[in-house]
T-cell receptor, first 112, second 114 residues
Framework: AQKVTQAQTEISVVEKEDVTLDCVYETRDTTYYLFWYKQPPSGELVFLIRRNSFDEQNEISGRYSWNFQKSTSSFNFTITASQVVDSAVYFCALVNDYKLSFGAGTTVTVRA | AAGVIQSPRHLIKEKRETATLKCYPIPRHDTVYWYQQGPGQDPQFLISFYEKMQSDKGSIPDRFSAQQFSDYHSELNMSSLELGDSALYFC?????????????FGPGTRLTVL
């Protein structure tokens, strides 16, 4: 069965602090894709990043970076130098049979 | 770049009424997905269509039905609405079997059932 766990319910930081969001997943598939989506207060779901299971190279894209470790089934996401506009709910998700399974989400609040 | 279009953005209905939500996928995307997100919850998969045929079904109530038309737009029909149907309904589109399996979401339709 597919399962995505985001243990952090809420994180509150002051602007310019770094924020790391944890995600742990379970899957029996040997090939899979993992995603992070952002849902700002306006409600839309914005695709942020994608990682496939056969590429463990970690990357940085602007202020976003991610750490994928297959050995521990973790796919953590970091926002560097957070800004107020980063305040949102962040969802980690896993694709199985073309369906997304989401974690419960982590609410990030960035205070000025 | 073109994005997924959903209409209406907001909808208010009474109990036992019907509602129709529309979705226009990104051009050249062959798959449409519908998700329901209750207040404070994560999105839950309802149903998907690949090349105008229903391909997968999730936890979609029997009162709901959906279809994808020849122009690839999709409609989610909801009948005998209940208070618990109040939620944000997302449509997403993607390319099945593509190299990324990425689903791109529309802005959502916020349905309120009174």
């Amino acid at each position: 069965a597919q399962k995505v766990t985001q243990a952090q319910t809420e994180i509150s930081v002051v602007e310019k602090e770094d924020v790391t969001l944890d995600c742990v997943y379970e899957t029996r598939d040997t090939t899979y894709y993992l995603f992070w989506y952002k849902q700002p207060p306006s409600g839309e779901l914005v695709f942020l990043i994608r990682r496939n299971s056969f590429d463990e190279q970690n990357e940085i894209s602007g202020r976003y970076s991610w750490n994928f470790q297959k050995s521990t089934s973790s796919f953590n996401f970091t926002i560097t130098a957070s800004q107020v506009v980063d305040s949102a709910v962040y969802f980690c998700a896993l694709v199985n049979d073309y369906k997304l399974s989401f974690g419960a989400g982590t609410t990030v609040t960035v205070r000025a | 770049a073109a994005g997924v279009i959903q209409s209406p953005r907001h909808l208010i209905k009474e109990k036992r009424e019907t509602a129709t939500l529309k979705c226009y996928p990104i051009p050249r995307h062959d798959t449409v997905y519908w998700y329901q997100q209750g207040p404070g919850q994560d999105p839950q998969f309802l149903i998907s269509f690949y090349e105008k045929m229903q391909s997968d079904k999730g936890s979609i109530p029997d009162r709901f039905s959906a279809q994808q038309f020849s122009d690839y737009h999709s409609e989610l029909n909801m009948s005998s609405l209940e208070l618990g149907d109040s939620a944000l309904y997302f449509c997403a589109s993607g390319i099945r079997g593509g190299s990324t399996d990425t689903q791109y979401f529309g802005p959502g339709t916020r349905l309120t059932v009174l």
